[in-house]
């Protein structure tokens, strides 16, 4: 239980994280279906080892569990977030806060807290999963792991709140947000690696945000440099989806 | 000195003109009702006093604040009960009045405030699984947390069945005593006429009277119908040569008589003289709802 001097946004925050722990889907898809991932591929035989095809790293550190994370990281921002603040601008619960001292969009930056540490728990929970049960090797340059992975949230949640702006109700929320998933998806390099794909694809994949979290944390893990046009990719994306949907953005 | 005060207030949204010319005043401690059909603009007016719309021309003062440039102020004097606006599904009903308290700076006590509006045994269930008539009385509950000086409830009954509309009146009579001054929404009429000190009927984005309940019906139509079966046989003109008596038909066995003011008394001291039993005696008075009619040419509902 909160203090009761804590301010409006701890107290929304706080209500917001016990909702969403509440929401028996919610958890559950998003530390099950990562973890379920990483599980699954990991424990296929040979992807524990080191292999020529991955640079002398197993696919395990350098495919399987960057694919995991990036997968996590669109499934909240894509799908979740934005069905959650649909609904709640559906069911009017924007507009009542808007009729007291807070403002509405207080509830939407709370909201988005609870996303981003749930999001942050389940990347742990993999890179330690994997680390301590399947043997994987941690990302070597950590560092820019973790660049990639504020980025590529910043990137991929910017558009989350533009389907949310856009969708009039919780069902178009959830279906526009699935639309840009599975796209994504197979652009980004997730289901064909990138390296296989034609060559005016292998760009796309970078700059599209999921594709460029995903292949950003893919060359960090082996240790090299995040690509540029990944970087500015997830960088000009967070600009412009936010700003679009600052624009567009309706609390009633 | 009055605690809301709306001028010439217009509103037009995308060419189509909701609120035309609404004035009125509200004094403290009074129910102040508004009552038009839906589509009136009743809403709209009701979101300009508390700065939810900015409105085109006109003014509006709600304890001496203009809403939009005080914006923060009022919200923290003045509690507003929504239409349409729901809480998440999962959130209990002490959590909600809990948060909502952190919004204010002088709160209201919450185990008071469900015990008041009879939530207490409701204080660990979800809003989904509340019936209509609790998550009204939770939304009156949430407007009142903030202990605010007015309180507007829109369409408050909207939805509920008869046993619960009753009991939410009696409950807004009771917010009343505790020193509110309450603006209450309304397309029903017996609501209005139940609750309200006064009344501003507004019909396409205008207001067209502002009354007592009684006050319109009385400025509308004095006459009182009275019907009855005669035990024994007696002549029109006994009536017809009253005062207060306008119009005497006879319908079947049945006499109607029509009159102003105080025609029952007269046509009853008649029959007592006479000794005559009036069978099956009606009176059918004039009521907010012929008033409205009269007033706005259309029926409310």
Redesign the interface.
């Known amino acids: 239980m909160?203090a009761?001097n804590?301010?409006?946004l701890a107290?929304?925050t706080a209500?917001e994280a016990?909702?969403f722990l509440?929401?028996a889907g919610a958890p559950l898809t998003v530390i099950g279906v990562p973890v379920a991932l990483l599980l699954v591929f990991g424990l296929m035989p040979g992807v524990r080892e080191p292999s020529p095809e991955h640079g002398g790293r197993s696919a395990l550190a350098t495919f399987i569990a960057p694919m995991s994370i990036a997968i996590l990281l669109a499934m909240l921002a894509l799908t979740m977030f934005p069905t959650f603040v649909a609904?709640?601008r559906e069911?009017?619960?924007l507009?009542?806060l808007?009729?007291?001292?807070?403002r509405p969009s207080k509830l939407l930056a709370a909201q988005l807290a609870v996303n981003l540490v749930a999001a942050a728990t389940t990347v742990l929970i993999i890179l330690l999963l994997g680390a301590l049960v399947l043997g994987m090797a941690l990302p070597e340059n950590a560092a820019g792991f973790a660049l990639v992975t504020v980025l590529g949230t910043a990137a991929l949640f910017s558009v989350g709140m533009l389907v949310a702006a856009l969708s009039g109700s919780a069902r178009t929320a959830g279906g526009i947000g699935t639309l840009a998933f599975f796209p994504m998806l197979a652009l980004g390099g997730v289901w064909v690696p990138k390296e296989n794909l034609p060559g005016f694809l292998q760009g796309v994949a970078d700059a599209l945000p999921l594709g460029a979290t995903f292949n950003g944390l893919r060359e960090t893990a082996a240790g090299a440099a995040p690509q540029p046009l990944q970087l500015i990719a997830l960088l000009v994306t967070t600009a412009v989806f936010t700003g679009l949907s600052a624009k567009y953005f309706r609390w009633q | 000195m009055p605690v809301i005060e709306v001028r010439e207030l217009r509103k037009q949204y995308q060419g189509k003109l909701a609120v035309a010319d609404v004035s009125f005043t509200v004094e403290r401690g009074e129910i102040f009702g508004i009552l038009g059909p839906n589509g009136a603009g009743k809403t709209t007016t009701v979101e300009c006093m508390?700065a939810?719309r900015r409105h085109d021309s006109g003014s509006v003062s709600v304890l001496g604040l203009d809403p939009h440039r005080k914006t923060?102020e009022l919200?923290?004097r003045l509690g507003?009960q929504?239409q349409?606006?729901?809480?998440?599904d999962?959130?209990k009903v002490w959590?909600a009045l809990?948060?909502?308290a952190?919004?204010?700076r002088d709160p209201a006590d919450i185990d008071e405030l469900m015990d008041a509006l009879g939530l207490a045994d409701k204080r660990e269930t979800t809003f989904k699984k509340l019936s209509g008539g609790q998550k009204q009385r939770l939304s009156i509950a949430?407007s009142l947390v903030?202990n605010p000086e007015i309180a507007v409830l829109d369409e408050l009954t909207t939805g509920l069945d008869p046993q619960s509309r009753r009991d939410t009146w009696a409950l807004i009579e009771n917010v009343r005593e505790r020193g509110v001054t309450i603006v209450l929404v309304t397309h029903f009429m017996e609501e209005a006429e139940r609750l309200c000190d006064r009344l501003a009927v507004i019909d396409s984005g205008a207001v067209v009277a502002i009354d007592t309940p009684a006050g319109l019906v009385a400025g509308v139509d004095d006459e009182q119908r009275i019907r009855f079966r005669p035990s024994s046989p007696v002549e029109d003109d006994v009536f017809a040569e009253l005062r207060e008596v306008r119009t005497v038909e006879r319908r079947g066995p049945e006499l109607v008589v029509t009159g102003n003011g105080n025609v029952l008394h007269a046509v009853t001291s008649v029959l007592a003289r006479k000794q005559i039993i009036a069978g099956g005696l009606r009176v059918e008075q004039a009521n907010l709802d012929d008033a409205f009619v009269a007033l706005t040419g259309k029926n409310l509902d």
């Open positions: 909160t009761p804590s301010t409006p107290k929304l209500v016990k909702l509440r929401d609904t709640y069911k009017g619960v507009r009542r808007s009729a007291s001292p807070v | 508390t939810m923060a919200r923290q507003v929504l349409e606006s729901e809480l998440p999962k959130l959590e809990d948060l909502y952190s919004f204010y949430l903030g």
